[in-house]
């Protein structure tokens, strides 16, 4: 099993998923992920996932799951990157991902994740 | 040069490798980079269906040379429990692995046919085809 290294920059968490996700891999991201949220303090995850040639639904499912996790632990989750293909066959899938924020690239997410706490104050 | 191909679903890590064998297929076929996103992430499904509902199977990949256009076709087959219900089991939302219940409706949304057969102790066999436009 692979495993997707967490990067930190400033209070934001970044994933990117460069490898060719297998089901061990998208359950060890979950927890990993929430340890290093705690651990860190992190405000933010932004996962890219401009490299990911498809999202299934078990993908698609720890996406979501990663959103509501970080919530729980007071910090906002956006998905970056997602190719054009894999949002088509998402919604055909039946999958919309409700609940997961979306940006088109790393620029975005960053910028979206700083108006997110800006409103918070 | 693509004659037909077997591959065993055993690990988590041959789901991957199947789809990468498809996604490799699917672009030499000619399949538009939709299509092709389409039918590895059925066959993900699939493939997964295979090693969590029987605990494990195999697919057996082709391409077709149609008269007009070529296809991909790709048959998953098990020795697992087998599905009772075949309506029930294509209603969206409806799992008995824990999952969301889009393996079987959503893959079948994904390709352009799909054939399902499975009886109660019989294993399942699923068959599903992509063509180039």
């Known amino acids: 099993m692979e495993r997707v290294p967490i990067l930190k920059l400033g ?37 890219d996932i401009t490299a990911v040639e498809i999202v299934d639904s078990f993908i698609g499912r720890m996406l979501s799951t990663i959103a509501a996790m970080t919530r729980m632990l007071d910090a906002e989750t956006v998905v970056v990157g997602m190719r054009p293909a894999v949002a088509i066959t998402l919604v055909e899938l039946g999958l919309s991902l409700g609940g997961v924020r979306t940006a088109l690239n790393l620029e975005k997410g960053v910028a979206a994740l700083e108006h997110v706490r800006g409103t918070a104050g | 040069m693509n004659g037909p191909t077997e591959m065993p679903i ?15 297929l699917a672009a030499e076929i000619g399949l538009s980079l939709v299509d092709q996103t389409k039918i590895v992430t059925a066959a993900s499904e699939l493939a997964r269906n295979a090693l969590v509902h029987a605990g494990g199977g195999r697919v057996h990949i082709e391409v077709l040379h149609g008269a007009r ?23 969206e939302g409806w799992s008995t692995g824990g999952g969301l219940g889009l393996g079987l409706s959503g893959s079948r949304r994904l390709v352009d046919e799909f054939d399902l057969v499975s009886a109660p102790g019989e294993g399942t066999r699923v068959t599903v085809t992509k063509w180039a436009r």
């Open chain 2, 10 to 24: 055993a690990t988590n890590g041959d789901v991957v490798l199947v789809r990468q064998k498809v996604r490799g």
């Open chain 2, 69 to 91: 256009r070529p296809g991909l076709r790709l048959v998953f087959s098990d020795e697992g429990p087998g599905i009772p219900d075949l309506e029930q089991a294509l209603t």
């Open chain 1, 11 to 47: 209070d934001i968490l970044i994933v990117s998923i460069q490898i060719d996700l297998d089901d061990q891999s998208v359950l060890a991201l979950q927890e990993d992920l929430a340890d290093r949220v705690v651990s860190s303090g992190a405000r933010g995850v932004i996962i």
